[in-house]
């Protein structure tokens, strides 16, 4: 089996993390791996061994018209690429729907296609609607991160659901972490730099609960970071961190996780970060709805809460920091479901979909 696994903008955000889990399980099983993705960035799917890597071009741009013009050339060079490169017995394995390209190719050289879809809030809808049409089109099978991605975002193919996982060296680190004993109160936001993200609702949070440090890690570089919040004024309670390529120390030194994403204009359709502060433990607050609800069990290993609710989700706060054994008693019960979501599963499920 050859796989050839296609992704457009590496970087540290969620969808490409996934994928290097997921090619690092196939080279392990001895598996013939290549990836296309874009030149010129660092990300988790930089310099994986027994990986295979073709770059082709792709900018990333503000200006959403200028973007799109930029997907639509990077598509015509990939497609171009693959067209040469691919074999009908190969696994096309397309990571996100901005791929297109490689659905088209893997669909006209008749290999077996495989979409992972990891989104579903994505302007504008004529752009949705026409990416999706791809997927429907030109897929042999659809994995979804979550059964709530799956049932809003329906095609025709075969589908399955594929949870994302923590590393097992990721877990590792977090059980030789992790503690109880917390120097003090801090409440722990990693996210994109976007307005749909709570990035807004997380400044208010900290402006509302003067007595707690308010942590915010965000996948962007200190001069966005700056240009975001220059007509903010940012409490001393407040401090905001660029891209991390390592986020075990945040997550260690945290008292509780939340996603305060707008569920009007993005809805999560897993929560990594979510995941990930389970396994140190951490009590989450999040939106009502989406794959996130499918993590967090309702007043067990978290509270399910809409962002716009500052004075509700500062009541959260208050009490789970305030009261020593319902705090561990949420504590213990985000690890424990932290457990089901484990590499092995991950590995042996990616395998069975590539091989059926």
Request: glycine share 6%; aromatic share 12%.
């Amino acid at each position: 089996m050859r796989v050839i696994a296609v992704h457009l903008l590496n970087d540290y955000s969620g969808s490409p993390k996934v994928l290097m889990q997921l090619l690092k399980g196939w080279t392990k099983n001895n598996i013939e791996t290549h990836l296309f993705t874009c030149s010129g960035r660092d990300g988790f799917l930089s310099d994986i061994p027994k990986v295979s890597n073709h770059f082709y071009w792709y900018q990333f741009a503000k200006n959403p018209f200028i973007r799109l013009g930029f997907l639509s050339i990077s598509q015509i060079i990939l497609a171009f690429k693959l067209f040469f490169f691919l074999k009908k017995t190969d696994v096309l394995y397309v990571n996100t729907v901005l791929p297109f390209g490689a659905g088209i190719i893997g669909k006209i050289k008749g290999c077996k296609v495989i979409y992972h879809i990891h989104e579903t809030s994505m302007k504008p809808k004529i752009l949705k609607k026409f990416l999706f049409g791809i997927v429907s089109w030109s897929a042999t099978e659809v994995v979804y991160v979550s059964n709530f991605l799956a049932n809003k975002e329906p095609t025709k193919n075969k589908k399955s659901v594929l949870y994302n996982v923590l590393e097992k060296s990721f877990v590792e680190q977090a059980n030789l972490s992790f503690t109880t004993e917390k120097t003090e109160k801090i409440v722990l936001m990693i996210c994109s730099l976007k307005a749909y993200k709570g990035v807004n609702e997380f400044l208010k949070l900290a402006l509302l609960n003067s007595k707690f440090t308010f942590k915010l890690v965000v996948n962007a570089s200190q001069t966005e970071i700056d240009n975001y919040f220059k007509n903010d004024i940012i409490p001393t309670n407040l401090l905001v961190y660029p891209t991390q390529k390592d986020t075990h120390l945040f997550y260690k030194e945290a008292s509780v996780l939340v996603n305060l994403s707008d569920i009007n204009l993005w809805v999560e359709t897993f929560g990594l970060t979510v995941l990930e502060g389970m396994a140190y433990g951490l009590p989450a607050i999040v939106p009502p709805i989406g794959g996130v609800v499918e993590l967090v069990d309702e007043g067990k290993n978290g509270f399910l809460i809409d962002s716009k609710k500052y004075t509700l989700i500062s009541e959260k706060l208050n009490t789970i920091l305030s009261n020593p054994s319902l705090y561990n008693a949420i504590s213990k019960n985000a690890i424990e479901k932290s457990q089901f979501f484990g590499e092995d599963y991950f590995e042996n499920e990616s395998i069975r979909i590539l091989s059926n």
